[in-house]
């Protein structure tokens, strides 16, 4: 008690009210304008007019039809690749762990235009190998099969990284045990090792499942060619054909994604209810086996496997941007850089959208680091139900789809502020307060972490000294959480910088991003340049995550979810 006393009084009196207004400001207030919009639309009758349409019957049917089966398949993919990376002896882990959840950090955009590029009858890349299909063939990812499958491969890497932590902390005792009482390979990891990871198992499939609910990129660039549309892409079409009642629609359709998706919640937590997976004993690397003459064969397949998901569409990408048109094969005389050359120097749509992008991205990622901070000391200084409270707030709108994020702050934002009568909707502002509530829970993690492991003791003699709050987090609290702080900006950027839910709802003539501009480059025929914005996007992807890897040995554990 005297201990969190002292924590209390070492706090300045301004820094809980700051805290809560902020996040009311960026959860609270847009979260609750979409509910009292969608209620107010179902009491005046509005519901029975679009629950009466066909086509929102079959945007839902097939927005669970794709987000289930991009679940089972994203189950498959991360499960294997957890199991195998995590408990045996392949090599390589680290890069086969970066590799995996590359394509996680790639925008879903890029990744279905990636794909897009490496199939079908025009695929520049097939045409020069030539394995392309005949002329006139259909492209077969114009589907909801297509959308699942890349669905699938793209949320893969979270189920990945929802089984990995546990299968790292597995007793090492109990295998050893087993495998002294003679019990096979198999056995163990039947009896043991599978059902301690469940819990991972069922969070990963949960959480494949609510992201493609919500994931509005890949069933944009391969549905709406077709005319098949699920909920996130039936609400842009809503806004885009404007009318009367349009605001009243995409509330009602965006609660219903978020009931979805907390239906997909809701039956994880049934699921693990009234099991104990309490594990008791030493956990380490010591519970991997030895694959023994089937660690070649694992290894080339995972490589494999790599190659299909990730260098193939991504070696199309780049063949499609080298081309003068889509359909043309790549050689030495079609070879050229002009794509390039027109979306870095002539282009102003490209031009106008890297400088939004740059300046969203990099806005979000520095001014968030204020309230990050100010918000990590006080979670960890301040546990308690008010603090999982104000922690649940922050998450919600990371959480939900980014649709119905885009949506709430559309409702509360469509007509002009009051006092001031200024209206930010339609402006590069309303973009910019949107991902500061969708990151907040990003860029909150690291620095939180930083929080936990430093002693308190520290900042308490140098407050029994008489340092005030300002002159403790300047010379003692902040230049220790430098490294987490520093991680905490560049995952918001890496993640802002091609953001593509949000802001396609947001956006407006002047303040598109690089995610709109690939899209809407598609949309209108022009895929070399789409191909080849999306291919400098991957670039600055990586590179952003090689620089993160060079700040993994100063950064808390579990900061970079691909590291072991």
């Not at 960026?26 to 979260?31: H, V, Y």
């Not at 404007?242 to 609660?255: D, H, N, P, R």
């Not at 199309?316 to 048109?325: D, G, M, N, R, W």
């Amino acid at each position: 008690m005297p201990r969190r006393s002292a924590n209390r009084s070492s706090q300045p009196a301004w820094l809980l009210p700051f805290v809560i207004i902020a996040v009311c400001l960026l959860s609270g207030l847009p979260l609750a304008r979409l509910l009292y919009a969608g209620l107010r639309f179902s009491l005046e009758g509005g519901a029975t007019g679009l629950f009466s349409e066909p086509s929102t019957w079959f945007a839902i049917r097939n927005t669970l039809m794709t987000a289930t089966a991009g679940m089972v398949i994203s189950v498959l993919l991360g499960a294997t690749f957890a199991f195998v990376v995590t408990l045996t002896d392949i090599r390589a882990k680290g890069f086969f762990s970066f590799a995996f959840v590359l394509p996680m950090m790639i925008p879903p955009q890029v990744t279905a235009l990636a794909w897009v590029q490496m199939s079908g009858p025009a695929s520049p890349l097939l045409k020069t190998l030539g394995l392309a299909p005949p002329l006139g063939s259909p492209q077969p990812l114009y589907s909801l099969g297509g959308i699942a499958l890349l669905l699938g491969v793209q949320h893969a890497p979270l189920v990945f990284l929802a089984l990995k932590a546990g299968l790292a902390s597995l007793p090492r005792d109990g295998v050893e045990a087993a495998r002294l009482a003679g019990a096979s390979p198999m056995r163990v990891f039947r009896d043991i090792i599978f059902p301690l990871a469940v819990p991972g198992l069922i969070a990963g499939a949960a959480i494949a499942f609510v992201s493609g609910v919500g994931n509005f990129g890949i069933p944009a660039i391969l549905g709406i060619p077709a005319s098949i549309f699920v909920l996130p892409t039936l609400i842009y079409s809503r806004l885009s054909s404007f009318g009367a009642g349009t605001f009243a629609e995409m509330s009602q359709l965006s609660m219903v994604i978020a009931a979805i998706a907390g239906l997909g919640l809701v039956i994880q937590q049934r699921a693990l209810r009234g099991r104990d997976y309490r594990i008791i004993g030493l956990s380490g690397q010591s519970a991997a086996f030895s694959l023994g003459p089937w660690r070649l064969i694992a290894e080339a397949g995972f490589s494999l496997l790599l190659f299909a998901v990730l260098v193939a569409p991504l070696a199309a990408l780049l063949a499609s941007s080298l081309v003068p048109t889509y359909g043309v094969p790549l050689n030495f005389q079609t070879m050229s850089l002009g794509a390039y050359s027109e979306i870095l120097f002539r282009q102003s749509v490209t031009l106008t959208a890297f400088a939004n992008s740059l300046f969203l991205a990099g806005t979000t990622a520095c001014g968030l680091l204020l309230f990050t901070v100010l918000t990590a000391y006080l979670l960890t200084r301040r546990p308690g139900k008010l603090a999982n409270i104000i922690t649940g707030l922050i998450e919600i709108p990371y959480a939900l789809p980014g649709i119905v994020l885009a949506v709430a702050f559309i409702l509360l934002f469509a007509a002009p502020l009051p006092f001031v009568n200024v209206s930010i909707y339609g402006t590069i502002w309303i973009i910019l307060i949107a991902y500061f509530s969708s990151f907040f829970a990003v860029s909150l993690k690291p620095v939180a972490s930083a929080f936990l492991q430093l002693d308190p003791s520290l900042e308490e003699a140098a407050r029994l000294s008489g340092a005030g709050f300002g002159r403790r987090m300047r010379d003692i609290l902040v230049p220790l959480i430098a490294p987490a702080a520093g991680a905490s900006v560049i995952l918001v950027f890496l993640i802002a910088c091609s953001e593509l839910t949000v802001s396609a709802l947001l956006w407006s003539a002047g303040t598109q991003t690089l995610g709109v501009a690939i899209f809407n480059l598609d949309d209108s025929g022009s895929s070399d340049l789409a191909s080849a914005l999306s291919v400098l996007v991957v670039i600055m992807v990586v590179i952003l995550m090689l620089l993160l890897e060079l700040l993994a040995k100063h950064l808390p554990r579990g900061v970079l979810p691909w590291r072991n």
